[in-house]
């Protein structure tokens, strides 16, 4: 019998699981300073790069893909190979994964807090960022699939089956949410607009939740978990469907964040209806993970990786039937908007991704040095503190938000609004968010208590170096089959199979990006929309600088409770030249779009100076910079040539225009600042823009109604 | 809208690729055994012995 001897590549592993551990505290540590900030804003320290709104991307980039994606690069390169019996394709490769991808989110981490973002939500990073992104993922791709091409084991466990579901769909993802005009080294504008924009971005979102968040680590948990149990899979059988059933369903769940919005009714309830029905594979895959564990409980109870894995997979199961039923209309018209979501998010974060996350971490660090875990009692302490941390997290955010949804809602005998004043709502809410913090604080307690003992088996064990196996392999792999043409040719053959992958990818992306030149959608279906402004331009654009969009929307919903607190519900003409839009996920503060004309621009001036000056008790950071730095008009004429190339009709010779309209403008926000004795403020600064485009929100509209 | 017609197709096509591979998998025997993987996948490949290590062959195929 013919024998193979090669070894599987552990550096590699250990490599990604320090960037885990790393990024982990990071990623943590970002989140918690934001959620201090939504009870004690100057816990930014005063300084305009650590607001909420410039902290949150930065907090999500990082434990989105910094920490779950370093953490599964860890798991899948150890367990693919094993899986493939197959060092990986390409050691080369692996470590351009590896250095690649950790530089990215080095980027991410200067350029986020700069303000320079896209503001699109897990796709904040600017232009040549994405572009890195795409080229690292490629990579990974490539190494992935060469691995199972050269494999010496001719079945694809279920594993590996979700892994290369989320290879393919996440570049699919990526390329098309990403797609923008630059107009500067780290500004671009989105391809698309308003509603359309919309739906790309929760397109992308909702699947990268599932292709990023979930496949992967379900492919991890069909590895690790019955490893850990020395168990096999309850039911291969179910795995196998539930993959098919869950990657067909999963891409049709994105308009479950836009329900109620301007998005079209019936994408609306396609979204919903393919939401609801995600229950049913998201759940076979927690019963075969949970139902693995028939008969070994006891072995849980003794081992910290086992209980993680536990609470992982049935934090899996809480969020997977919550989604479900927070994409029922009648569910999100009181949840949208509210910490619900977040609490929704954090379940499934904490629980099932992070808890995963740990379990592999302490179940490969004992392998990877050859010792034993340093100390199982620390990891214990980790399990209670990280599982306290999930409830002190969610458990007041399902408070905050049902109260947040409830209030905003509630009418008096008489027909008004019982909470007319938004900030009644933000202040009802501080002592929950207090207990958020706690919670974050005991989770990343835990994290540290990992750090350390994971340190301890380091240090206490030998180098990492590489398995060395020996496989057994049959001569004529090919030999079983009778036709040897076809797919069965090609996968012998790696080199010519991933040139023709990269062909057909690129194929792929000339079809789907050139279309998008010739669509033109600035057909206004409201005719008294017209474009920004070139002050409202910059004005919008400082607006996704200082993340504005992370506390407040800009979507108004068809309820009377928001028309009564806003005005006139959102149209989806309204926003055809809004490159990005801005529809906002979660009202920490109110709705923005119908603040046109709504306070004069002294209030604007005021309260972005100081907002507890015009609103005691908010928890909106002051923006004093605002006021003191030169608005920069010297890219005004490339933004208005983006603009224009992804459809904003502005006239050719615009960009002659531009300035002198710019300071005219200016000029006349200063005279009406003067009017609410503010009288020092000066044309130039970057707050002018700022009102301009605020005082311009929502007006276009009440403009046809004069007429 | 028009953007959902591209959302939809890219989606058909991706779901197409989906189906084309299941069908794929589906004829080169992947399901034929749906027991005995889950239970091959516990089992660590060994360490070489001693005696009989000798040096992986080149393989056939770059």
């Not at chain 1, 232009?127 to 490629?138: H, S």
């Not at chain 1, 301007?262 to 998201?282: E, H, I, K, N, T």
Request: hydrophobic fraction near 45%; aromatic fraction near 14%.
């Amino acid at each position: 019998m013919n024998v193979q001897t090669f070894r599987y590549d552990n550096k590699i592993v250990r490599a990604f699981a320090i960037a885990t551990v790393i990024w982990a505290i990071v990623g943590m540590v970002a989140g918690l300073l934001a959620a201090v900030q939504l009870f004690y804003p100057g816990a930014n320290l005063n300084l305009q790069y650590t607001t909420f709104g410039r902290l949150r991307p930065l907090h999500t980039n990082a434990v989105i893909f910094a920490f779950v994606g370093n953490g599964m690069f860890m798991g899948i390169y150890y367990s693919l190979q094993r899986l493939c019996k197959a060092r990986m394709f390409s050691d080369a490769l692996s470590w351009v994964n590896f250095w690649g991808w950790n530089l990215i989110i080095v980027a991410a981490a200067v350029t986020l807090p700069l303000g320079l973002t896209t503001s699109k939500e897990y796709a904040e990073l600017e232009w040549p960022i994405d572009i890195a992104i795409a080229l690292v993922w490629v990579v990974f791709a490539v190494n992935l699939f060469g691995t199972i091409v050269k494999r010496r084991e001719k079945h694809m466990y279920v594993a590996i089956w979700f892994y290369i579901s989320t290879a393919i769909t996440v570049a699919v993802l990526h390329i098309f949410n990403s797609l923008a005009m630059p107009a500067g080294p780290f500004k671009s504008y989105s391809m698309y607009a308003g509603v359309q924009d919309a739906l790309v971005q929760w397109w992308y979102g909702h699947n990268a939740v599932a292709f990023f968040l979930t496949t992967p680590y379900l492919g991890l948990m069909y590895y690790y978990l019955p490893k850990a149990a020395e168990r096999p899979v309850f039911s291969y059988r179910l795995s196998i469907i539930h993959f098919w059933a869950l990657i067909f369903l999963y891409i049709w769940a994105g308009p479950h964040h836009l329900l109620y919005t301007a998005l079209p009714d019936w994408a609306q309830s396609l979204g919903m209806v393919f939401s609801v029905m995600l229950v049913a594979p998201s759940w076979g895959g927690m019963l075969n993970g949970l139902l693995t564990l028939r008969g070994a409980w006891d072995k849980v109870r003794q081992d910290p990786m086992l209980k993680f894995m536990v609470v992982a997979v049935t934090a899996y199961g809480m969020a997977t039937l919550e989604g479900p039923l927070l994409s029922i209309k009648s569910v999100n018209s009181l949840s949208h908007f509210t910490d619900w979501t977040i609490a929704h998010v954090h379940t499934g974060a904490l629980g099932w991704n992070g808890f995963l996350t740990f379990s592999l971490l302490y179940w490969l660090f004992p392998r990877l040095y050859r010792t034993k875990l340093y100390s199982v009692k620390l990891a214990n302490y980790h399990f209670w503190l990280g599982l306290l941390g999930i409830m002190f997290y969610a458990v007041p955010m399902y408070f905050s938000g049902v109260t947040q949804g409830l209030m905003w809602k509630q009418f008096t005998a008489d027909g008004f609004l019982q909470y007319p004043n938004f900030l009644e709502t933000v202040i009802r809410l501080l002592p929950m968010h207090r207990l958020r913090a706690v919670g974050g604080t005991l989770f990343i307690l835990g994290v540290l208590v990992m750090a350390y003992n994971l340190y301890k088996t380091a240090k206490s064990g030998q180098p990492v170096t590489d398995d060395e196996v020996q496989v057994p392999v049959v001569d004529d792999k090919h030999g079983a089959h009778e036709k040897e043409g076809g797919h069965r040719w090609l996968e012998s053959k790696p080199a010519l199979f991933t040139i023709l992958t990269t062909v057909a990818v690129l194929i792929g992306g000339l079809i789907e990006i050139v279309p998008l030149y010739l669509i033109k959608n600035n057909v206004p279906t409201i005719s008294s929309v017209k474009p920004y402004t070139a002050l409202e331009v910059l004005g919008r654009d400082l607006y996704i600088r200082e993340g504005c969009v992370s506390c407040h929307s800009q979507m108004v919903r068809p309820f009377r409770s928001e028309t009564e607190r806003y005005g006139e519900y959102s149209k989806a003409g309204e926003y055809v030249y809004d490159h990005p839009f801005l529809w906002g996920s979660k009202r920490t503060g109110p709705d923005l779009h119908r603040v046109g004309g709504k306070y004069p621009n002294a209030w604007h001036y005021n309260h972005m100076e100081n907002p507890n000056t015009t609103s005691p008790g908010s928890v909106m950071p002051p923006y004093p910079w605002l006021l003191s730095q030169k608005l920069d008009t010297s890219s005004l004429p490339a933004r208005i040539k983006a603009l224009r190339s992804v459809g904003v009709p502005y006239p050719a010779d615009y960009e002659s225009k531009a300035q002198a309209e710019l300071e005219t403008q200016a000029k006349a926000v200063v005279e009406g600042l003067k009017t609410g004795m503010v009288m020092d403020a000066k044309p130039d600064r970057e707050i002018i823009a700022l009102i301009a485009y605020l005082q311009r929100l929502g007006t276009d509209i009440k403009a046809q109604a004069k007429n | 809208m028009e953007v959902i017609i591209l959302l939809i197709l890219a989606s058909l096509v991706l779901a197409g690729g989906f189906l084309g591979v299941f069908i794929w998998a589906s004829r080169s025997g992947q399901f034929e055994d749906t027991t005995t993987p889950a239970m091959r996948m516990l089992v660590d490949d060994p360490a070489p012995k001693a005696e009989s290590v000798r040096q992986s062959p080149k393989p056939k195929h770059s």
